[in-house]
């Protein structure tokens, strides 16, 4: 596995991993721990063999009576073990360097995706990873085994080691937990992942695991766990054998010669009869699973790691979500799964070989029962065993609900999720396990062919780059609950999938029926010449009636996934793109109208998931040269009808869906034409997966990209990655042009439209069913019924961006006016909660940013929920769509200052301004100057409603973590902030961070006075459009000359800090006051795109502070000194004495490891 690993995208081991060589030392690293954990079920076999081999053989006690050393023999076994249980992992090592070589002969992947190998690397993974991690599953394996003598104690050992991973995992969900849930990771795998969460590229492709930091400490604790548990297994092993203690029965000397006749038997055979039986199987099986130890464990495991993970709540930056029975039903199945799934691998071989076992199987065969009863009754309480454990699993969620004063509690959803989910899951794995049990002519290679099924057939179809639902064991679509639209658009497919594999199931047990291992026949093959013989017709027509229902299923399955809705594997769409390109890149450059008026007709059809769109759109020819033609590149599966004037299609190409129209005569410049477009979209059956969530039953969200066709080349069909590109002889592609300072064509097309438009009118008529609200962009104009459905007008007020979305749902709507805009949030009924406090924060925001920024050129202000398929808010020209799953959800009854959803609305709210009154020309920088303004914007709204200003500190560290973290996942290069290519981690994160750092530098009128005059220089301009050196040019006149040094800095360079506070003493003075001395290490660090780290000299001004509490939230006495040296040292007198001395007490700056910024003060000796 770890060779497909190394040479095949196709096959990941622990994610991907980006800009980083396929053979790096963290690479290694990923693979090695997570291959540690599958490692664990071979430990078990290596552990428990070496405790009990002489035990179950039944040599222990002549053995012992031999002059055998005590530690001889226990550490002897113990470390044999260990040494045999760590070889398979070192396949991890020859894997990685077998594919390293054959790919350099095979060039099955570009070889500079690989780099040199490094002996520590090997070395370290050895001694920190794989020794340790053998060595505490095998102290705690070992010690089980000794002291129970069980092989299933020894295996839910193993378990134990899991489930503390897994509960330690938990931890994970919030960044002030990361140190604890890094030291109590037994497999170090998220200790690893934190220690190099803030790795660059260049970092993880060169640095070797160490033994030093948090990952030290983690291993060190672990290895002593499991020396203790070790150590006490050997003090508790002996060679001498304890006696049972029998106890003294009494006997009744009373003879009881009672005479009885026998009773006459007249025994029948008819259904009856079968039902009778086939209850008593399934009690006496049912039974034999609740009363197993085993069973008792694993179920124990489940509610301990259920327990676990819901005691962190859903959190959201820090807040708390309602405990909705959707979260339940996703925190039930994420975290019990895994173990209902072992239950019944494991409990499939004990009913099936239990009588065997306990050798009366030949006793319970010669009884007159037919096979398949006894069977079915197997299954079936093999069956309702998870069905048990999944009802008690919905009691917990229930009473956490309870618990959280959560009253809407859907029982509904609870048992709807578990019959379209888990139960046919269930049924399905339950059936293909039990099968192989009965075919398989041992319990343990039983286990084996069941366990090698679930892990390796998915990376046989991965490999094969096979996709298809109906060849991935219990596949499906996926569904997901949304209160706004049930269960979604992919329910009819599950269902149908759901049945295709139930019925493989039931296929399979009846086969497994007739080769029942009935006697003492064991082999097969005997087993199938038996059945030929004595298998009756009616079962055999039963079996056939199955199979041909099955087939039937099949072939409608296969009909709606595969001809009605065809899917492209990964790599056929990866091929798609990259032909395209050749084919039609010639075209890229080709001068085609702009869109400068539209007129759209809407009906939509939620509850058949159609629509239906004409549109008007008003093309003119604002370049200087004659377009004799026009390129559309169309919507894959609607039906588009155009009709242009003076122009007929003279190129239709259906596989790559691209159209060209020759125009007669040419468009000439500064011409205008209307093109009238008339396209439909009809859902036809299901696909393999949940197919399109944008239009849906309740809930329809779509923007005017999704329902028109794309004119001129679509650059977005064309493959991004650069290794991608490179396997398919494409030449490396640029995200974003470069930006320059120079006027060019590029100047003239915004990052948004790329050249198809600029600002336009908008105008709407769209109609729904009566149930619902249709929302189009601008002021609703009229609302009328006809014809049982309701139609709207709509009409924007302003110019606006050709980038705007379409809604329909059944709505709840809230309303508030203020200074003569109409602020609107339509909501669905389930999620009223929040509606006042959004009311409130739209409020808050135009209240700032037209005082800061300037006029809001919209009627309305409208939030508008959408079904949680995807978890974002966007805007949209005076429109905000916006995620059930975030701020409808969210808990803020204990929320009195600002929070998360106050943060996304106003961050929303900013686009309304920059974004959709200034817009970035197509190349470098472009983001910056709408999502890094926007989320600065955001954090002014924020601050200004914050009593405590460290309460700020809060939000920026989450900005921080995204873009530290964002940065160690680059796939090709960090750039500069004022350069950024879309780069989320840096127009979101860094780019948040850095203006509100510089606002707290410069001040905030300031930087706001800079952000107005840029506004008003292209507001609702049309091209050329500005750069992000336009925004700079109003900037720097802002900046005074002692700190020109952040423009430099912060925006045009890659800046980090590295501030140390060494040493925080005190001494109480004559006066009474305290004087306090400061050891202060400072540096700054310049990177290059690819993480390459230069310390440069400091002479930067930065805050020091103190805090007069350990929760760090009332600062005292801040002051901004400047640091021109890597070692200062300060002394000041303060009136009290603080508990602890921070630099940069705010964060601020971009500095990768914060917590050594903050001491506590102590008294100097």
């Known amino acids: ?116 190998f490094y002996l520590e690397t090997f070395i370290n993974n050895y001694l920190l990873f794989i020794l340790p991690n053998m060595f505490l599953a095998g102290s705690v394996i070992f010690a089980m085994a000794n002291k129970w003598k069980s092989t299933v104690i020894s295996f839910v050992g193993g378990l134990v080691i ?46 070797s695991p160490g033994f030093n930091g948090v990952l030290f400490w983690n291993r060190f604790i672990w290895m002593s766990v499991g020396i203790v548990v070790l150590m006490l297994s050997y003090f508790s092993f002996s060679f001498k054998t304890k006696n049972k203690k029998v106890k003294n029965q009494k006997v009744s000397k009373t003879t009881n010669e009672t005479v009885f006749d026998r009773p006459k038997v007249n025994p029948t055979y008819n259904v009856s009869a079968n039902w009778v039986q086939f209850k008593s199987f399934f009690y006496t099986n049912f039974l034999s699973i609740v009363k197993s130890v085993t069973f008792k464990i694993l179920f124990l495991f489940c509610i301990i790691i259920l327990v676990a993970d819901l005691s962190g709540g859903f959190e959201y930056f820090g807040l708390q979500s309602y405990p909705l029975t959707y979260k339940l039903m996703d925190s039930i199945k994420d975290n019990t799964n895994i173990f209902t799934i072992i239950i019944l691998i494991f409990f499939s071989g004990e009913l099936i070989w239990r009588d065997r076992d306990s050798k009366i199987n030949e006793v319970v065969d010669a009884t007159a029962h037919t096979s398949f009863i006894s069977l079915a009754a197997k299954a079936l309480s093999l069956v309702g065993i998870t069905v048990i454990l999944n009802l008690f699993f919905i009691l917990i969620g229930i009473v956490y609900q309870l618990l959280h004063g959560f009253s809407r509690i859907e029982l509904d959803v609870y048992f709807l999720d578990l019959v379209y989910e888990n139960l046919p899951l269930y049924i399905v794995f339950g059936g293909i396990m039990i099968t192989i049990q009965v075919l398989s002519s041992n319990k343990y290679i039983g286990y084996f062919i069941s366990v090698l099924v679930l892990l390796v057939w998915d990376i046989i179809l ?39 594999w139930v019925l493989i199931s039931v296929l399979g047990l009846l086969i497994a ?11 097969l093959w005997s087993r199938i010449k038996t059945a030929r013989k004595e298998v009756p017709k009616s079962y055999r027509g039963f079996i056939a009636l199955t199979f041909i229902v099955w087939l039937g ?143 849906i039953k309740n809930g329809t969200f779509f923007n005017n990209g999704d329902i028109l066709p794309t004119m001129g080349y679509n650059e977005s069909y064309e493959l991004s990655d650069n290794n991608t590109r490179k396997k398919y002889d494409l030449e490396p592609k640029e995200r974003t042009p470069e930006l320059t300072s120079e006027l060019s064509e590029l100047h003239n097309r915004n990052y948004l439209n790329n050249g198809q438009s600029d600002f336009i009118n908008v105008e709407t008529y769209i109609s729904t069913i009566k149930e619902q609200t249709a929302i189009a962009p601008g002021s609703l104009i009229k609302k009328w019924e006809e014809n049982g459905r309701n139609h709207y007008h709509y009409k924007t007020d302003t110019p606006s961006l050709n980038f705007y979305s379409f809604m329909s749902a059944d709505y709840e709507i809230k309303t508030r006016k203020w200074n003569g805009i109409d602020i609107e949030v339509y909501y669905d009924e389930n999620h009223p909660e929040n509606v006042d406090m959004m009311l409130d924060a739209v409020e808050r925001s135009l209240a700032y940013y037209i005082e800061n920024f300037g006029p809001y050129f919209h009627k309305q202000c409208r939030i508008i929920e959408f079904p949680r398929y995807d978890s974002f808010a966007q805007a949209f020209p005076g429109t905000m769509p916006y995620s059930e799953a975030i701020g409808f959800v969210v808990n803020l009854e204990d929320e009195t200052e600002n929070n998360v959803v106050d943060a996304v609305i106003a961050h929303e709210m900013g686009h309304q301004w920059w974004a959709h009154q200034v817009i970035g020309a197509n190349m470098q ?137 060494k040493e925080a003493n005190y001494k109480v003075l004559d006066n009474g006051k305290y004087e306090v001395t400061l050891e202060i290490e400072s540096s700054k660090i310049k990177s290059d795109s690819l993480g390459n780290e230069t310390q440069t000299a400091i002479n930067d001004w930065i805050d020091v502070g103190f805090f007069m509490d350990d929760a760090e939230e009332r600062l005292y006495s801040q002051k901004r000194m400047m640091f021109n040296k890597a070692n200062t040292s300060i002394t000041v007198q303060l009136d009290s004495l603080p508990v602890k001395a921070a630099i940069d007490p705010r964060h601020i700056l971009i500095d990768r490891v914060y917590n050594d910024n903050i001491k506590s003060i102590s008294l100097e000796e």
Not at 485 to 495: D, E, H, I, Q, V
Not at 513 to 523: D, H, Q, Y
């Open 553 to 695: 299923v099949a072939g409608f399955v296969y009909y709606n996934t595969q001809v009605l809705n065809p899917y492209r594997s990964s790599d056929t769409t990866e091929q798609l793109m990259a032909d395209f390109e050749k084919k039609y890149n010639k075209y890229k450059k080709a001068v085609h109208p702009k869109v400068t008026d539209a007129k759209y007709y809407i009906d939509i059809f939620p509850n058949k998931r159609d629509i239906h769109v004409k549109a008007a759109i008003e093309l003119t020819n604002e370049s200087s040269q004659v377009i004799d033609s026009l390129h559309f590149f169309n919507n894959d599966g609607w039906d588009t009808k155009l009709n242009i004037p003076n122009a007929k299609p003279v190129y239709k190409d259906t596989t790559y869906l691209y159209t060209i129209y020759k125009l007669t005569p040419p468009l000439q410049p500064g011409d205008t034409i209307v093109m009238n477009i008339d396209n439909k979209f009809i859902t036809k059956g299901f696909e393999n997966g949940r197919g399109a969530t944008n239009i």
């Open 513 to 523: 029926g007739a080769l029942w291992n009935r006697g003492t026949k064991n082999s």
């Open 462 to 500: 991965s490999i094969f780059d096979i996709s298809s639902n109906m060849l991935s064991i219990g596949g499906g679509a996926s569904i997901m609950y949304s209160d706004m639209n049930a269960f979604g658009p992919g329910l009819t497919s599950k269902l149908w999938f759901n049945l295709y």
């Open 162 to 207: 899991i489930v503390a991973y897994i509960v330690s995992g938990s931890l994970m969900s919030d960044v002030d937990n990361e140190t604890m849930a890094a030291l109590s990771d037994v497999f170090g795998i998220n200790t690893y992942a934190i220690e190099t969460k803030y790795f660059t590229p260049i970092e993880k492709n060169t640095i």
């Open 925 to 1061: 920088g472009g983001t910056m100057m709408s999502e890094a303004f926007s989320e600065y914007s955001s954090l002014m709204t924020l601050k200004g409603m914050t009593e405590n200003p460290m309460k700020m500190r809060e939000f920026l560290k989450y900005n921080h973590d995204r873009y530290l973290r964002g940065r160690s996942g680059e796939r090709e290069k960090e750039l500069p902030l004022y350069k950024v290519e879309n780069q989320g981690y840096i127009h979101y994160g860094k780019g948040s961070v850095i203006l509100y750092a510089l606002q707290d530098y410069i001040g905030e009128d300031k930087v706001n006075l800079a952000m107005k005059s840029f506004l008003e220089e292209y507001r609702y301009k049309k091209p050329p459009y500005p750069t992000s050196l336009d925004f700079l040019r109003h900037l720097e006149p802002q900046v005074p000359d002692s700190l020109n040094y952040v423009i430099t800095d912060w925006f045009k360079e890659i800046t980090l800090y590295d501030n140390r506070l």
């Open 1 to 116: 596995m770890e060779f497909f690993a190394t040479v095949s995208d196709n096959v990941q081991v622990g994610g991907a991993i980006g800009n980083v060589y396929r053979n790096s030392p963290y690479t290694i690293t990923i693979h090695v721990t997570v291959f540690c954990i599958f490692s664990l079920l071979m430990a078990v076999a290596f552990f428990n063999n070496a405790a009990l081999r002489d035990h179950n053989n039944e040599f222990n006690e002549i053995l012992f009576t031999t002059p055998l050393s005590k530690p001889g023999y226990f550490f002897g076994r113990f470390f044999g073990a260990l040494l045999v249980s760590t070889l398979p992992l070192l396949g991890v090592f020859i894997g990685m360097l077998l594919g390293t070589y054959m790919n350099s002969i095979f060039g099955w992947m570009d070889t500079e995706r690989f780099g040199d």
